[in-house]
């Protein structure tokens, strides 16, 4: 019951922080800049930019009707490319595992979208993977959405993890 007392407080102390639409607050300092998340084409290419500037790939593997997609992208993902801390050192993507047509992976062959999310052993959405240059996982992937007042913490340590990785191969 504890628990239940403090998650009820902790969402209700997150609504009042943040206004839930722009119309709701007339001050224009409010409205964020619209940013899409790329979606690559070829992780070939991905690979030889994120090694060529020393960065790590984060990419989120999604799915059209996933609400908590939605949400990771809303609340985390979209923030952080507005963000220049995080895009000095990240490479941000995602794939939609539904998406018809093809992409190249990262050793240069043509796949589907969900074929390169199996290979990659991300079966649910969302999946978020932190990979090096060469596709390898460099930080402690993050399957779902859950206890959203320390998931910006998750976040952070993977993104630590991926970036102290890098670095010791270089």
């Known amino acids: 019951m504890k628990f239940l007392a403090i998650t009820v407080f902790s969402t209700f102390l997150c609504l009042l922080s943040v206004p839930a639409s722009a119309s709701d607050n007339d001050d224009e300092d409010y409205i964020l800049p619209y940013v899409e998340i790329p979606q690559p084409k070829d992780f070939s290419q991905l690979g030889e930019t994120a090694q060529r500037e020393d960065k790590l790939i984060l990419l989120e593997i999604s799915a059209t009707d996933c609400g908590f997609c939605e949400l990771l992208e809303e609340d985390y993902i979209k923030p952080m490319l507005r963000d220049e801390d ?16 093809s992409i190249i992976d990262f050793d240069g062959n043509e796949t589907t979208t969900g074929g390169f999310a199996l290979r990659q052993k991300a079966r649910l959405t969302p999946t978020m993977l932190f990979l090096d240059s060469h596709g390898n996982e460099v930080g402690e992937r993050i399957v779902g959405i859950n206890t959203l007042e320390l998931f910006g913490g998750y976040i952070e340590a993977s993104i630590e993890a991926g970036m102290k990785a890098i670095q010791e191969k270089n």
């Open 86 to 101: 995080y895009t000095r050192k990240l490479l941000i993507r995602k794939i939609n595992i539904d998406n018809e047509g």
